[in-house]
């Protein structure tokens, strides 16, 4: 069973940082993307960034030029590095990736539980 572990969430004033982590762990043949997510209250879930095998990574417009993505496919882990935070970034963040578990086999969703994160003075 493959599972999505998500860490570095908390409290943070405007302006501030975080590093949230998310480590996969199971049976993991390939990651085609990682990625995150987030859900304010009463919001609907949105992509916040994602990245490919490849390298190719894709952001939301609000978080462009403050958030960074990365991964380390060695490690089946994918990191965001925010900066400049706002308010509006209050949130709960999930881990998201596209996991083939074995050859022959399509890719499947998985999902971590969540960090949340708050920003606020």
Same mark, same amino acid.
Do not use: H
């Given at each position: 069973? +493959?599972?999505? &572990? ?26 085609? +993307? #990682?990625?995150? /997510? %987030? !859900?304010?209250?009463?919001? !609907? %879930?949105?992509? &916040? ?9 894709? /952001?939301?417009?609000? +978080? ?10 060695? $490690? ?5 590095? #925010? ?9 709960? /963040? ?13 890719? #499947?969703? /998985?999902?971590? $539980?969540?960090?949340? &994160?708050? &920003?606020?003075?």
């Amino acid at each position: 069973q +493959v599972q999505l &572990v998500e860490s570095g969430g908390g409290l943070v004033q405007p302006g501030g940082s975080l590093r949230l982590s998310c480590a996969a762990s199971g049976r993991i043949l390939s990651i085609l +993307v #990682m990625g995150w /997510y %987030r !859900q304010a209250p009463g919001k !609907q %879930r949105e992509l &916040v960034a994602a990245i490919t095998s490849g390298g190719i990574t894709n /952001y939301a417009d609000s +978080v462009k030029g403050r958030f960074t993505i990365s991964r380390d496919n060695a $490690k089946n882990t994918v990191s965001l590095q #925010m900066n400049s935070l706002e308010p509006e970034d209050t949130a709960f /963040y999930y881990c998201n990736a596209a996991i083939k578990e074995r050859v022959g086999a399509g890719a #499947m969703d /998985y999902w971590g $539980k969540g960090t949340l &994160v708050t &920003v606020s003075s």
